[in-house]
């Protein structure tokens, strides 16, 4: 069975502009978590999709958006980039069920802001 | 609010002797726990769970992590170390605040584990 993928796995932008990453889940997972971690605030929840929804939010303000598309796979954009974005930014893909309820994460998106 | 404490930044251990990782945790209802293990520049890796049952929890790569209730403890353990278990890990507990269905995990800040050879 594939793990999750994330692409891609590097990324430099410049302050003010936006990006998008993208996350594709382990195959019958439903539930997509996105992290970012930084050495400073470590690991911090953004959020998390179910079924094309959003079930739960992070405090991150608006730039950080995301989405999750019919087939599961989820994609995070960030709008109007600031330097203290650059982080590891992860995704965890779960079964979401009551039984399977471990999260499976990516290697993740390294994303520098110049 | 759940949480979780990571009460050591750095663990240092030889090689073949019995590692300890400390976990500790606040949360309201049963507790869904977690061990994640993070090589450098990789994701985490899932080690092991705690949702109800035996307290003795076996995971991966030889490692078991106790529950203890009432020491709100879930501390992870190996008996003999690696020099490639060196790495850093992270407790997690899954955030039921609410009582709304999620997969949002709440991490400690993490212990990097150093196995001397």
């Known amino acids: 069975k594939a793990g999750v993928t994330q692409t891609p796995r590097y990324l430099i932008k410049t302050r003010g502009q936006q990006v998008t990453l993208s996350c594709s889940p382990i195959?019958?997972?439903?539930?997509v978590s996105w992290y970012q971690q930084t050495p400073g605030q470590g690991l911090q929840f953004l959020f998390e999709?179910?079924?094309?929804?959003?079930?739960n939010k992070g405090n991150f303000p608006g730039r950080f958006s995301g989405r999750q598309f019919s087939n599961s796979r989820s994609e995070m954009n960030v709008s109007t980039l600031e330097l203290g974005d650059s982080a590891l930014y992860l995704c965890?893909?779960?079964?979401?069920?009551?039984?399977?309820?471990?999260?499976?994460f990516g290697q993740g998106t390294r994303l520098t802001v110049v | 609010a759940q949480s979780v404490a990571q009460p050591e930044d750095q663990v240092n251990v030889a090689e073949g002797n019995p590692l300890t990782v400390k976990c500790t945790y606040s949360?309201?209802?049963?507790?869904?726990l977690f061990w994640y293990v993070q090589y450098p520049n990789r994701g985490l890796q899932f080690l092991l769970k705690?949702?109800?049952?035996d307290n003795l929890v076996k995971g991966s790569y030889g490692f078991e992590a106790e529950f203890n209730k009432s020491q709100t403890s879930f501390h992870l353990k190996k008996p003999s170390a690696l020099v490639s278990d060196s790495a850093l890990y992270f407790c997690?507990?899954?955030?039921?605040w609410g009582g709304g269905a999620t997969n949002k995990l709440i991490f400690g800040t993490g212990t990097l584990l150093a196995v001397q050879p």
């Open positions: 997690a507990v899954r955030d039921n």
């Open positions: 705690y949702i109800t049952g």
């Open positions: 195959s019958g997972h439903r539930s």
């Open positions: 965890a893909s779960s079964a979401g069920d009551r039984r399977n309820t471990e999260a499976f």
């Open positions: 949360v309201s209802g049963n507790p869904y």
């Open positions: 999709y179910f079924s094309e929804t959003q079930r």
